[in-house]
C-alpha cells in the first residue's frame, strides 16, 4: 500500500509569509517610534527655540526699561537743583506746585532782580507780552477792587486800576495824542504790580550774559501756552487740572486796534528779549509765533 505525500509547501509558505507580516508590522512600528522620536525632537527643538525666544524678549525688555530708567533718571538729573526765572503772570504758579509734588529742588526768582550765573542751570516760563499784560491788570484788579485782599499793597495802583476799569480802557491812554508816554505810565511812581515786572525786568541783564559756552544751562522755556506739554516735555509731568476762578473770568479781555498796537509799542523790550531767544535758537520757530504776535 501507497503512502500519500504530504504537500508541505503550502505550510512552509504561509509560515514565510506571516513572517513578513510580522516584519512589516516590526517596521512599520519602528518607522512610527522614529517619526514619534522626530516630532518629540522637533517639538523639544520648537519649544528649546520658543524658550530661547522668550529669554532674548526679556532680556530686550530689560534693556529697553533699563534704558527708559537711565533716560528718566538723566532728565531728572539734568532738570534738578536748577534757576527757575518765574515771569509773573505766566503759569510759574502751576510750574512751583507740580515741581515741589516731585520733589525736584530748585531756586526761584519772582519779583526781583537778580544777579544771574550762567555757570548752573536755569528754566523760564513766558508768555506773549500783549497776553501777559492783559492777565496781570485783570489779576491785580480781582485781588485790589474786588476781594481787596492786596488793596494797598502797591503805591498808587488801587487808583489806576479803577480810574481805568478795563485793560483796553487803560492800554488806549498810554500815549497821549501827541504819541508821547502818559504820565500814569511812569512805572517807577505808581503802577500795576506784574505790568511793572515785566518780560525785560526779569531777562534784561540775563540774556547778555548767554554765550556759547554757557547756553547749555538754559535747560527749558516753558511757554504759559503750551504749558502741559512742556511740563510734560521737560519733567515727565501732567499737570492736575485747575477749577477756574469764577471772578476773574467776569472781565472783558478784548483789546482795539488801537489798545493792541499802543501795547505793541509799549511792550517793545518784551518783544526784544523774545527775538533775543530765538536769534539763540533758544525757542523754535512755532513758539516764536506764539510770543511775537
Known sequence: MKLKKKNIYPKILKKIKNKKIKIKIKIKNNKNKIKNIDNNDNKDNKDNKDNKDNIINKENLNIQSNNIIKKSSKLKKKLNNFYFIHIGKCGGSTVFTELKKKNIKYKHIHLSKFNYNLNKPHVIVIRNPIKRFVSAFYWRYHLVCDKKTQEYKCKGEKNLLLKY???????????????????????????????????????????????????????AILLTENLNDDLKKHFNIIPSKKEKDINKDNYDRNLSEKAYNNL????????????????????????????SK
Not at 166 to 189: H, M, P, Q, R, S
Not at 279 to 284: A, S, V
Open 165 to 219: 476799569k478795563t485793560v483796553n480802557n487803560y492800554a488806549e491812554n498810554i500815549y497821549d495824542e501827541n504819541g508821547k508816554l502818559n504820565k500814569d505810565f511812569y512805572l517807577k511812581k505808581k503802577y500795576i504790580r506784574h505790568i511793572y515786572e515785566n518780560i525785560n525786568y526779569y531777562l534784561e541783564h540775563f540774556l547778555p550774559k548767554i554765550n556759547k559756552k554757557n547756553i547749555k544751562n538754559v535747560k
Open 264 to 291: 505793541k509799542k509799549f511792550l517793545a523790550k518784551d518783544y526784544k528779549c523774545i527775538d533775543k531767544l530765538y536769534k539763540l535758537k533758544l525757542i523754535n520757530d512755532d513758539q516764536y509765533k506764539i510770543l
